[in-house]
């Protein structure tokens, strides 16, 4: 307990899943809260998406540990709704020292070069651009400060997997923007390391879209269909990880036990990246 104690951690994607448990991880150890999130259904993304009510709860359990909390509807996309966002956070909590660049989507399954040109803007636009963006609003507030900067990539970002090209790419490029990031802003004392995780439990991974993708044989998959094919993937012999696995590590990487950790890409993938 106290990790964290009189730190601010910005966190993209805060009203479930992953997010979520972020928000909560890190204020169970004293952080207070700018939690971002677009809060409604994007055209396009094939599996429902979070709404306030979602975001209510995240603001309900980091309340009830005695954290502050400051809540923002921003889509990643939108570069002036995300500054003003991220500015109102700092500015009503007073300081910033972790990024949970979390926020993202999966896409539609397809072959590379048959991907329509709307799912790969959306694709790049949120998983990659939406990163950027929260990166880049967020930097001028730890300049002088320093701080932690954890980017959610995936196992995706390491390896390729057929079928989701568009995801593969935009989860790739975050290397290259955590490596630039890293290197330019070493000096300044702010960390930047990446994230890979392997299937995570939550609700962009246990949708029927998703049932269907790793279960084409059945005709109404379900979560316990998927999970022998999910667990092939792995080395260790389980299906998925729990997202407090993901938040565990950004908490690592952002408390003083990660002080002279940047610039890397961390697997939390059950060893699947041995495997590809
Ligand atoms: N679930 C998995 O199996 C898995 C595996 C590897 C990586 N990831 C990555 O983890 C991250 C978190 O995903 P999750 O598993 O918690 O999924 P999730 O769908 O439960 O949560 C994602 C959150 O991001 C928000 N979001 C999406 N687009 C947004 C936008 N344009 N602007 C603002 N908010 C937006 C959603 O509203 C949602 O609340 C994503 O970047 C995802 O690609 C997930």
Not at 46 to 62: F, G, H, K
Not at 95 to 110: E, K, M, P, Q, T
Request: aromatic content about 4%; overall charge negative; hydrophobic content about 45%.
């Amino acid at each position: 307990m106290g990790r964290m104690e009189g730190k601010v951690a910005l966190i993209t994607g805060a009203a479930r899943g992953q997010g979520r448990s972020h928000a909560v991880r890190l204020a169970e150890e004293g952080a207070d809260i700018i939690a971002i999130d677009v809060c409604e259904q994007i055209d396009g993304v094939l599996y429902p998406m979070s709404n306030e009510a979602d975001m209510q709860e995240t603001v309900r359990l980091v309340t009830a540990l005695g954290r502050r909390i400051s809540w923002h509807k921003a889509d990643v996309r939108d570069d002036d709704i995300l500054k003003a966002a991220i500015d109102a956070g700092v500015a009503e909590l007073g300081r910033l020292d972790v990024v949970a660049a979390n926020a993202g989507i999966s896409g539609n399954f397809g072959a590379v070069h048959e991907l329509s040109r709307e799912s790969w803007d959306m694709m790049l636009g949120i998983d990659l651009t939406g990163v950027w963006n929260t990166c880049r609003f967020a930097v001028p507030h730890m300049l002088e400060s320093g701080g932690s900067i954890a980017i959610t990539s995936s196992a995706a970002g390491l390896h390729a997997i057929p079928g989701i090209g568009h995801y593969v790419s935009a989860k790739h490029g975050l290397v290259g923007l955590m490596r630039s990031l890293a290197l330019e802003l070493g000096a300044n004392r702010i960390r930047v390391n990446s994230i890979h995780p392997t299937q995570v439990d939550t609700p962009m991974l246990m949708n029927d879209y998703c049932y269907q993708l790793f279960r084409p044989d059945l005709p109404n998959p379900t979560k316990a269909d998927i999970a022998d094919v999910s667990q092939s993937m792995h080395v260790l012999p389980v299906p998925w990880v729990d997202p407090v696995d993901i938040s565990n590590a950004i908490l690592f990487l952002a408390s003083d036990e990660g002080r002279y950790i940047t610039g890397v890409a961390l697997a939390v993938d059950c060893g699947a990246d041995l495997k590809s």
